[in-house]
């Protein structure tokens, strides 16, 4: 009974076995012939060219040009990058260093079933209403990366509509607020209670590219891939009568495209990572990241605890690079009965730390915010302004009588080599005013957020490995004797005077650091990055 029993089993085990892979085995074998049949059809309904055959093309006005985004349009294929900055800016560092440890089971994976590692990763537990690197910090870096040549194209197209594998969140604010493409088709997230679960919805997906496809004449539609990637999107490129392949050499011939030649200006942009996060390059930043904690400790006891002469040449002997130019012609003050009013751009909270290492003298600093930590550490002393004009301009008077005064009529940080408006509160405060160029370089951290903790701000770019900075004392100026010099004059032309002091003052400025002055505003910077007017309670950490 035993043996029959046995053999049985064995049977059943042989006939389950031969089953179960001979079923395999037919199902490969019509996974091949289907995609050797799709092939077929694609090389028989395409008409594949080459894509430096398009660049010769004059009548693509009329037509809709249907481009890959990341193997079409972007320099590099790697779509590591992106998701690292995700990773790191919107999920934190925990989790942008279990990203790049499962990198490598990413490569292993495959491209589809990495694609979903990389988006599980990132994304699982990221509240969707906050989620704003894809139009604060991703933008900087597509562009960055955009070709060219393939630009050239695009722009003299008709309708224009970008595909990628990438979320769409990821993607949409740089291909249509940057380079005016008409519509987007990506990978559409699922959400669970307001928090993206880190899956793919393919039924969103699958209505985006329906709504491509609708009211648009097939014979009108040009479609832009690489040969391998056709037929991930084939039930959009079947609808082109016409297919030019982009290779890998031709993406390596294309030139970088120029800032100048962006259809909108990038003047603000978010996150700490200031270098493209390769995956050599987050390797490196996450190991030096120890490290760099130790540095900017050591850096911030030099200058708190050590006078201006001597904490300056160890700062520098710590990595710190600053330059410094005075003007040769140098008006004394100490015969003025009230203190000196420097005006400098904004590039970071240590502005008017570092003018006071250019001066080797004590400043005192007024700040439209301020973080409490950032007022704490500060080595200097440090007042916040109201918004109350009268109330402001009484206390700016009163802080004058009592030392030289540092001021950033900018009210916040720009990053890009732009200039904010000027506020013309200082022209009115003092007699004598010296404009001061500021400009810094960091390679690694950037010292300045508009949706982080602020107080971290001097931290993260103490942290940089040779973070550069450099101040200009550019000529005095006299406001005074800039004003209409005529008996009643009236309230409207004092005002114009105010702001012409106030746009003299940017445009020396500007002129001095190579920046190109502009009209915007404080709000206009949180509105786009932080998505609110960047006003907070002096009881919170204070925005800048």
């Known amino acids: 009974m035993a043996k029959m029993f046995r053999a049985f089993f064995f049977k059943s085990l042989f006939f389950f076995w031969y089953r179960f892979l001979f079923r395999q085995l037919k199902n490969l074998i019509g996974f091949h012939r289907s995609v050797s049949n799709n092939s077929h059809a694609l090389a028989t309904q395409f008409k594949y060219q080459k ?32 998701f690292m900055l995700v990773a790191f800016e919107a999920g934190g560092l925990l989790r942008a260093f279990v990203f790049v440890l499962l990198y490598p089971f ?24 906050s989620f704003r690197v894809g139009r604060s910090v991703l933008p900087k870096f597509f562009l960055e990366d955009v070709g060219s040549e393939m630009f050239e194209v695009l722009n003299r197209g008709g309708k224009k509509v970008g595909v990628t594998n990438l979320p769409r969140i990821m993607v949409e604010s740089f291909v249509k607020e940057y380079l005016e493409i008409d519509f987007v088709i990506g990978s559409e997230l699922k959400v669970f209670c ?76 978010d996150g700490r990572l200031a270098l493209r996060p390769d995956p050599m390059d987050s390797l490196a930043m996450l190991m030096w990241l120890p490290y760099a904690i130790i540095l900017a400790i050591i850096r911030i006891s030099l200058a708190l605890s050590l006078p201006y002469n001597i904490s300056t040449p160890l700062l520098i002997f710590t990595g710190i690079r600053f330059t410094t130019s005075i003007p040769k012609t140098k ?52 007042v916040r302004l109201t918004r109350n004009r009268d109330h402001d301009a009484e206390m700016m008077q009163q802080l004058l009588k009592q030392g030289d005064l540092v001021v950033c009529p900018e009210g916040t940080t720009c990053r890009e080599p732009y200039l904010l408006r000027f506020s013309p509160l200082f022209s009115e405060m003092c007699d004598e005013i010296t404009p001061v160029a500021m400009n810094s370089h960091v390679s690694m951290f950037h010292g300045t957020t508009a949706g982080g ?38 309230v409207q032309e004092k005002e114009a005077s105010r702001f012409d002091v106030a746009n003299d003052v940017q445009t020396q400025i500007g002129n001095a650091v190579g920046f190109e002055c502009t009209k915007l505003t404080r709000k206009d910077k949180y509105l786009i990055l932080a998505g609110n007017e960047g006003i907070v309670s002096t009881r919170k950490s204070g925005k800048s």
């Not at 040009?65 to 992106?82: G, M, Q, R, T």
């Not at 990413?106 to 209403?129: H, Q």
């Open 51 to 82: 894509f430096p055959s398009l660049l010769n093309r004059s009548d693509l006005s009329d037509h809709t040009l249907i481009f890959d985004v990341e193997n079409a349009l972007l320099k590099s294929s790697s779509l590591f990058p992106y």
């Open 106 to 129: 990413v490569c292993l994976a495959g491209e589809k079933m990495g694609l979903k590692i990389m988006i599980m990763t990132c994304f699982f537990g990221i509240k969707e209403d």
């Open 194 to 269: 307001g928090y993206h679960i880190g899956l793919m919805d393919d039924r969103k997906t699958m209505h985006a590219l329906e709504q491509v496809q609708e009211g648009k004449g097939s014979s009108h539609m040009i479609g832009i891939t690489s040969f391998n990637k056709i037929l991930h999107h084939h039930q959009l490129f079947s609808n082109c009568k016409e297919v030019y392949l982009v290779s890998e050499g031709d993406k390596r011939m294309w030139q970088a495209l120029p800032k100048e030649l962006y259809p909108k200006p990038l003047i603000f942009h």
């Open 331 to 382: 008006t004394s003050h100490k015969a003025k009965p009230n203190g000196h009013l420097y005006v400098c751009n904004h590039r970071t909270l240590l502005d008017p730390l570092y003018i006071s290492f250019a001066l080797q003298k004590n400043l005192i600093a007024v700040t439209y915010s301020l973080s409490r930590m950032s007022e704490i550490l500060a080595p200097i002393k440090t």
């Open 453 to 490: 903790l602020k107080c971290l701000d001097p931290v993260f770019f103490l942290m940089n490995p040779a973070p550069v900075y450099t101040v200009q004392l550019l000529d005095q100026l006299t406001p005074s004797c800039q004003q209409i010099q005529i008996n009643n004059v009236d």
